[in-house]
């Protein structure tokens, strides 16, 4: 139990996939503009990370099973569409506004890196099934995480200072995220994933 703590904690602070390893930045960026949109965004990211991550241990058990291990990229990336495709069609339904919000990002997390990043990084570390669905869990939530902080900075930003002309938007974001990543460096002798 204390090995399962301890890989929701690293994979959430001091291994935080967007922070440390600079994973899923192309929509961290883009959604980041307000808090919302951000939240949303992070809900969907931990829906689809985990559920692939717990669906793809499986798979990848069969194939390791049938020694045909050298189809679990193109496996992984199927399964990584089909659960986006189905969250799409979810929200489309059931959230419009949210769903009108994400715009061409929320098709985007089927190659979100972040999303397939997950389910290499349980083969390479020979994770088992609990370890991959709590670190699929904590790394998606770490994601969450990041992109959260970064809207919330920008918001109170747009509110009270007055950031130059050369930074607004993308420039400012990335100093943000700098100042975020050295920031979480401080959580490194928290807990170490291996």
């Not at 390479?124 to 709590?134: D, L, Q, V």
Request: proline residues 3%; charged residues 10%.
């Amino acid at each position: 139990m204390a090995h399962l703590v301890e890989i929701f904690t690293a994979s959430l602070l001091n291994h935080n996939v967007a922070l440390t390893y600079i994973l899923g930045m192309c929509p961290l960026i883009a959604i980041s503009k307000n808090l919302k949109n951000a939240k949303g965004m992070g809900l969907a990211v931990v829906f689809v990370v985990t559920l692939t991550g717990i669906i793809n241990w499986p798979i990848y058990a069969l194939l390791k099973a049938t020694n045909t291990t050298q189809l679990s990229l193109l496996v992984f990336i199927i399964t990584i569409a089909a659960t986006v495709q189905f969250l799409e069609l979810v929200l489309e339904k059931f959230m419009p506004v949210l769903y009108n919000a994400f715009g061409i990002f929320l098709p985007l997390i089927t190659v979100n890196c972040i999303v397939l990043a997950v389910s290499l990084f349980f083969v390479n570390r020979a994770y088992t099934f609990s370890e991959t669905a709590i670190f699929s869990f904590g790394s998606s939530l770490g994601w969450m995480l990041a992109i959260v902080l970064v809207a919330g900075i920008r918001e109170k930003m747009a509110w009270v200072s007055d950031v130059p002309k050369g930074l607004r938007g993308k420039g400012i974001t990335f100093i943000i995220l700098g100042i975020l990543s050295l920031a979480f460096i401080g959580f490194s002798g928290l807990a170490n994933i291996q």
